[in-house]
């Protein structure tokens, strides 16, 4: 005969959670309550993740943005999705802090290179030049930034 199974506590769910990839605290909150977890029970669970060191919002929007601007995404796109996850503005300034110290913040290169794999070297007509700047804002590159690199 089997045993029945336990229901896992919200701690084991988020945990769960946290260990297929990072998260910030609302998203995981939000998840939990999602599976029926009680809104008090799921911020005590996301307190003790954080406080054991399992989420952390600075590790989460470093990490994020690390693998965004890897993407090919620029800095516009990055911060949106940032605050799309409910970070605050101290962890998004952190982590264009990060990548400005590992020099990852060099956007006009990024978008030079981005148009030089995806169009090539000749820009010179117009209709090519305003699909590569086009495309660079869709990525989230400044506009300052794309006539920089497109003039």
Same mark, same amino acid.
């Given at each position: ?7 896992? !506590?919200? +701690?084991?769910? +988020? ?18 309550? +999602? ?36 993407? %090919?995404? %620029? ?26 110290? !590992? ?5 006009? !290169? ?10 090539? +070297? ?30």
């Amino acid at each position: 005969m089997a045993r029945p199974r336990k229901e896992p !506590t919200a +701690a084991q769910r +988020a945990l769960g959670l946290l260990v297929r990839r990072e998260h910030s605290r609302p998203e995981l909150a939000r998840k939990l309550r +999602a599976r029926g977890v009680p809104a008090d029970e799921a911020r005590v669970a996301v307190a003790q993740m954080a406080q054991a060191g399992w989420q952390d919002d600075a590790r989460f929007a470093c990490s994020l943005a690390r693998s965004r601007v890897a993407g %090919g995404y %620029g800095p516009l796109r990055i911060r949106i999705e940032l605050e799309s996850h409910g970070l605050d503005a101290a962890a998004i300034g952190a982590a264009f802090e990060a990548l400005a110290e !590992t020099g990852d913040d060099d956007w006009a !290169t990024r978008a030079r290179e981005l148009v030089r794999r995806r169009f090539g +070297a000749d820009l010179d007509a117009p209709p090519v030049r305003r699909k590569a700047q086009d495309f660079l804002l869709r990525r989230g590159f400044e506009g300052d930034c794309v006539r920089l690199v497109i003039p």
